[in-house]
Each structure stands twice: as C-alpha cells, then as structure tokens.
C-alpha cells in the first residue's frame, strides 16, 4: 500500500491550494483517509477524514467551513480544497489510510498507512 500526497505549496493569506492524495494498492472506497498536519514544534494534528463506504466527512475545528475533503474513487485519490488559508495552517501535510474507519480518526495511532507528506506555508 502506498499514498503519495502532493500540492503543497507558499500561498499568502487568503489564498488557496488542493492537496491529492493518491493511494496504491488498494481499493479506495473501502478504506478511511485522513489528512493531518504537522506545524515546526507542535505535535501532529487531525484535519479532516472522509470514511469509507458512506463518504461521511469529518474536519476539526479550525477548518470548518474552510476545507473541504472529497474522494475521486476512479481515479483514487483523496483531495483536500483549502481555502482562506492562514499562517497557521502552515504545516507539513499527511495523508493516512484506515481499512475502517475509527471515531477517533483525528489521532493518527488508528492509521495503518502514511504517505509522506507534503509542506503548506502561508505567508502574511
């Protein structure tokens, strides 16, 4: 299995970037994905996760209303819209990969795989 994150990027505040996640290996729509995040000093943090089968999306609350999760299943791939970004969202980017999907999908100790990850930086 593997998930190769992408689209990061230096963006200033306000703007926008897509991250992909496209994974390998197995089939997409059986499986949770997750993004995390990771800022210089801090420990990594859950963002967003879109469960498998239902397509139920779930985001943290400093997201809310920014991100947006959603699946291309034919084409595998897991993306996250971020808008309105801010110096705050800057971060390394993850995206992970479940079988079922865990209510506790913002700790990333319930992820089976991790792509590798992906810098976001938003300048002010």
């Known amino acids: 299995v593997q998930l190769q994150a992408s689209g990061g990027g230096l963006v200033q505040s306000g703007g926008s970037l897509r991250l992909s996640c496209t994974v390998s290996?197995?089939?997409?729509?059986?499986?949770?994905i997750g993004w995390f995040r990771q800022a210089p000093g801090k420990e990594r943090e859950g963002v967003s996760c879109?469960?498998?089968?239902?397509?139920?999306?779930y985001y943290t609350e400093s997201v809310k209303g920014r991100f947006t999760i959603s699946r291309d299943n034919a084409k595998n791939t897991v993306y996250l819209q971020m808008n309105d970004l801010q110096p705050e969202d800057t971060a390394v980017y993850y995206c992970?990969?479940?079988?079922?999907?865990?209510?506790?999908?913002?700790?990333?100790?319930?992820?089976?795989?991790w792509g590798q990850g992906t810098l976001v930086t938003v300048s002010s």
């Open positions: 992970a990969a479940r079988a079922v999907f865990h209510l506790n999908w913002y700790r990333d100790d319930v992820y089976d795989y």
């Open positions: 290996g197995i089939r997409l729509a059986n499986w949770a």
């Open positions: 879109i469960r498998n089968v239902s397509g139920q999306k």
